[in-house]
């Protein structure tokens, strides 16, 4: 961090209906000087362990605002950021105060904020989660749940959460093709989703019969290698541009 070797990526997320990129999440690469550009699988589980996570979660928050308020200040159309918060963050107290501190400095409207948020997560302490992210709403950030449907969350609790979207675990995503039981679950997590008048995203999209099937189910939006893998902010510039 004090050497600013981390780098953002974005994958961008797409409108099955319009076709249209509304959102990129944020993705962190580590830009090592002698290892070159390291995957997060290489550092994050130990970040996680250290408590550094929740610096290096506040420089992502930051990074991320400060980028899509300058793609919005060059004329591009505004799409939101998503930002994954890990467990350690979303424990910190002071968590309101960052995401509050990062828009402030950004100049950038909450609305086109959005915070992911894992299943398992929520499930540890849900009176505190919801508690957490009502605060968060009244802000006017977005949430999301991010690995659906492998946090084993009650439909009680479910109705409870104030998010916007629930995202397809991408397990369930690539066997689509040949498996019947994830092609249950996905249908399921979708009609669920809009019944409870969520949109849903699928991620680890890679192929044109998940997107058929997708598609098919009335899945709202999709995101992975189908479209696009996750790319450098210039190149999500571009992809605006056009």
């Known amino acids: 961090i004090v050497h600013s070797e981390f780098v953002l990526f974005y994958q961008p997320q797409v409108d099955l209906r319009t076709g249209l990129v509304f959102a990129v999440e944020a993705l962190i690469r580590w830009q090592h000087p002698t290892l070159g550009l390291l995957s997060p699988l290489k550092f994050v589980s130990m970040a996680e362990e250290t408590g550094l996570i929740v610096p290096l979660g506040d420089w992502v928050l930051h990074e991320a605002c400060r980028q899509n308020k300058a793609w919005q200040d060059t004329g591009l159309p505004p799409v939101n950021v998503c930002v994954n918060v890990s467990a350690r963050q979303f424990r ?8 509050v501190h990062a828009l402030a400095q950004s100049g950038m409207e909450a609305k086109y904020l959005e915070l992911e948020i894992t299943e398992s997560l929520i499930m540890q302490d849900v009176d505190q989660a919801v508690a957490m992210m009502e605060e968060l709403q009244g802000l006017g950030v977005q949430i999301s749940i991010d690995d659906f449907g492998t946090g084993y969350s009650s439909l009680n609790a479910l109705k409870a959460f104030p998010v916007a979207r629930l ?7 690539d066997n689509l093709a040949s ?23 699928a991620e680890g999209v890679e192929t044109a019969e998940q ?3 997708l598609r098919a189910n009335n899945c709202d939006e999709i995101q992975g290698y189908y479209f696009s893998k996750p790319v450098s902010s210039d190149a999500i510039e571009a992809l605006l541009k056009r």
Do not use: H, T
């Open 92 to 99: 910190e107290k002071n968590l309101i105060a960052r995401v």
């Open 211 to 213: 997107v058929a099937f």
């Open 179 to 201: 498996s019947e039981s994830d092609k249950a679950v996905a249908g399921a997590v979708i009609s669920l989703g809009q019944k409870l008048n969520l949109r849903v995203i």
């Open 167 to 173: 995202k397809i675990d991408k397990s369930f995503i």
